[in-house]
């Protein structure tokens, strides 16, 4: 806790693409949700690397929160990665988040394993060069091959199912010019 107090990590607020997609929402949030957000922005903006769990029930809305995050960090013009333990959940985000942060202004990517070739380049180009804002994906996220042009804030769902060295992985694709990558872990599963 103390090395995340110390590390700087850059300030991200809210912004149009964030109140688009909290607009776009099928739903209104719930008290509960509410605070979360506002504890995880709170955090996001102090200049202090979060390492924040968000525990709920499945079905809880704890992808809708964490999509909020998301679009915070292209607000800031940082960018965001959701990182699913399986293709088929990877998928199901992209598949559900993706329309949502499009249309807030967020461009949104997917990576996994089973991605041809020609179907990762343009992907990799994408986040290489910023173009795209958010990418969700797999293990594939945190390979050799994909670069950021400037990661802000790393999503994990279902933590339980990542290592440590896994989840430092991907916070290690952060540019260290702007400080530490803000790390939100997601469990439905009670943490002892």
């Known amino acids: 806790r103390r090395a995340r107090q110390i590390t700087p990590a850059p300030a991200i607020h ?3 693409p964030s109140q688009r ?3 776009a929402l099928p739903f209104s ?3 509960a949700q509410t605070r979360a957000v506002a504890e995880i922005r709170r955090d996001l903006a102090s200049g202090e690397q979060m390492g924040r769990l968000l525990q709920g029930d499945v079905g809880s809305g704890k992808t809708a929160v964490a999509a909020l995050a998301l679009a915070d960090a292209a607000a800031s013009g940082f960018q965001a990665a959701l990182m699913a ?3 088929i959940l990877a998928r199901q985000h992209f598949q559900r988040l993706s329309p949502m942060l499009e249309a807030a202004g967020v461009p949104t990517v997917l990576l996994t394993g089973r991605d041809t ?3 990762r380049r343009p992907r990799l180009a994408a986040l290489a060069s910023g173009e795209a804002a958010v990418a969700i994906g797999t293990h594939a996220l945190f390979q050799d091959a994909v670069r950021f042009d400037r990661l802000g804030l ?3 769902d279902e933590q339980h199912r990542f290592g440590v060295n896994e989840r ?3 916070q290690a694709k ?3 010019r702007t400080g530490g990558v803000h790390l939100l872990t997601m469990s439905a599963t009670p943490i002892p």
């Open 14 to 16: 809210p912004g149009e």
């Open 21 to 23: 997609l909290l607009a």
């Open 29 to 31: 949030l719930t008290g």
């Open 168 to 170: 430092q992985r991907l």
């Open 174 to 176: 952060g540019d260290p």
């Open 85 to 87: 333990p399986t293709e």
């Open 117 to 119: 070739p020609a179907e």
């Open 154 to 156: 790393a999503v994990i």
